[in-house]
T-cell receptor, first 116, second 110 residues
Framework: GAVVSQHPSRVICKSGTSVKIECRSLDFQATTMFWYRQFPKQSLMLMATSNEGSKATYEQGVEKDKFLINHASLTLSTLTVTSAHPEDSSFYIC????????????FGPGTRLLVL | GQNIDQPTEMTATEGAIVQINCTYQTSGFNGLFWYQQHAGEAPTFLSY????GLEEKGRFSSFLSRSKGYSYLLLKELQMKDSASYLCAVRGKYGNKLVFGAGTILRVKS
């Protein structure tokens, strides 16, 4: 199947700092990427839909100024958690939809963020 | 609104067959997905159904009935490594975003 990478896989930061997470589709062009957050023992919650070359669409309750999304190319989307707080500690997962195949989203390996 | 229901936990024996059910109520439907997620890892794609019927892929099969808003994932010849969380997700009619159920934790015992 298609491959999606995320970097970093794990990050620890101090409260108040910003953290950037990269999501790359390695062997296909992703016109659309999705960012999810997952708290322990809970399911994935969609945060935003990232479309190449346009503004991201945020889900209700997700602060767009706090979670900045940039999708500058067909293979890269970034999520920046600005002024991180301990409650932002979570597992952040991106997924990408292959522009050629309308069916499946492929998930990246996830980024575990711990804010101290 | 959108509502997806799955059992919270299931336990089955190695070598047996287990069926994980998923019912959904969504505003529009454009496909149902099953993902497997091991603890601390990202989900991996298992199956996709958009038409009624059974899709078989090795030890895994997935069934869909759109009129009933119902799907199940069937796992045969269970192995210990199948112990994981199984997520049911529905794609709405417009856009491509998936709405996930809470997941079913499957424990396979020897």
């Amino acid at each position: 199947g298609a491959v999606v990478s995320q970097h970093p896989s794990r990050v620890i930061c101090k409260s108040g700092t910003s953290v950037k997470i990269e999501c790359r589709s390695l062997d296909f062009q992703a016109t659309t990427m999705f960012w999810y957050r997952q708290f322990p023992k809970q399911s994935l919650m969609l945060m935003a839909t990232s479309n190449e070359g346009s503004k991201a669409t945020y889900e209700q309750g997700v602060e767009k100024d706090k979670f900045l999304i940039n999708h500058a190319s067909l293979t890269l989307s970034t999520l920046t958690v600005t002024s991180a707080h301990p409650e932002d500690s979570s597992f952040y997962i991106c997924s990408a939809r292959d522009g050629q195949s309308q069916e499946t989203q492929y998930f990246g390996p996830g980024t575990r963020l711990l804010v101290l | 609104g959108q509502n997806i229901d799955q059992p919270t936990e299931m336990t089955a024996t190695e070598g047996a067959i287990v069926q994980i059910n998923c019912t959904y109520q969504t505003s529009g439907f454009n496909g149902l997905f099953w993902y497997q997620q091991h603890a601390g890892e990202a989900p991996t794609f298992l199956s996709y159904n958009v038409l009624d019927g059974l899709e078989e892929k090795g030890r895994f099969s997935s069934f869909l009935s759109r009129s009933k808003g119902y799907s199940y994932l069937l796992l045969k010849e269970l192995q210990m490594k199948d112990s994981a969380s199984y997520l049911c997700a529905v794609r709405g009619k417009y856009g491509n975003k998936l709405v996930f159920g809470a997941g079913t934790i499957l424990r396979v015992k020897s």
